[in-house]
């Protein structure tokens, strides 16, 4: 039995997470955003401040295809000891991500699940967005922030996000060719977008039966 894995990648201040949240909560499954770090930790025997420090975060050291490569050996390789510790650590998620989603179906936040879960048959890889005065006015009443420090705050870790995920994929953050489905929060709200991702599962899943 295949599980469904439900993949968000979110532009800061969308409201992707909350979206997340709602989601398991309806559909009675699990909700990974943190707690996949905690759970990578456990798996790898890497310290769980190391995956903190690193999360999302972007890097430069080292190439794309080295990694990739380095990955197929596994972890107990040589080459994954002689390995930057930033590289380990995006490596112990990528593992974690493909083992949760052969548990459990799940809702997954960030991280590059989408990537890591592209081949599995039970995976919808969803992109929420919205309108960036929209994204403004929620961080700035959320954080009590001015506008101009809430705008800077959304363009900063979008930025990181972004330098992440276009990194360690083969694909760009927020390019729609990369999702199942884009959604707009801002115009949707965020139940609309609870509920058409509830109806995508079902539509997703029923055209697999055929």
């Known amino acids: 039995m295949v599980n469904t894995v439900i993949t968000i990648g979110r532009q800061y ?8 949240q709602r989601l398991a909560e309806e559909l009675g499954i699990k909700y990974y955003d943190s707690e996949l770090l905690d759970r990578a930790s456990k798996d790898s025997g890497l310290c769980q401040e190391l995956f903190q420090n690193h999360d999302e975060k ?5 190439l794309y295809s080295l990694v990739m490569d380095t990955y197929s050996f596994g972890y107990s390789s040589a080459a994954f000891t002689d390995m ?9 998620q990528f593992e974690t991500i493909k083992k949760i989603a052969e548990e459990e179906s799940c809702v ?19 992109f929420i967005h919205a309108d960036l005065d929209k ?11 001015t506008d101009a420090a809430a705008k800077d705050k959304i363009h900063k870790t ?16 927020g390019d729609a060719n990369g999702y199942h489905m ?29």
């Not at 201040?13 to 997340?20: L, T, V, Y």
């Not at 699940?113 to 890889?125: H, M, Q, T």
Request: a positive charge; charged letters at 25%; aromatic letters at 10%.
């Open 84 to 92: 930057p510790i930033n590289h380990k650590v995006f490596l112990a």
């Open 58 to 62: 972007p890097t430069n050291s080292f």
């Open 158 to 173: 979008d930025k990181q996000r972004s330098s992440y995920y276009n990194y360690y994929t083969s694909k760009k953050w």
């Open 182 to 210: 884009c959604l707009d929060s801002g115009v949707l709200g965020m139940e609309g977008c609870v509920e058409l991702i509830k109806k995508a599962i079902e539509v997703k899943n029923a055209h697999q039966k055929k």
């Open 135 to 145: 994204r403004i006015r929620r961080i700035a009443k959320k954080y009590e922030l």
């Open 108 to 126: 997954m936040v960030g991280r590059c699940a989408d990537y890591a879960l592209s081949d599995y048959p039970g995976c919808l890889s969803v």
């Open 13 to 20: 201040g969308s409201g992707g997470r909350a979206i997340g």
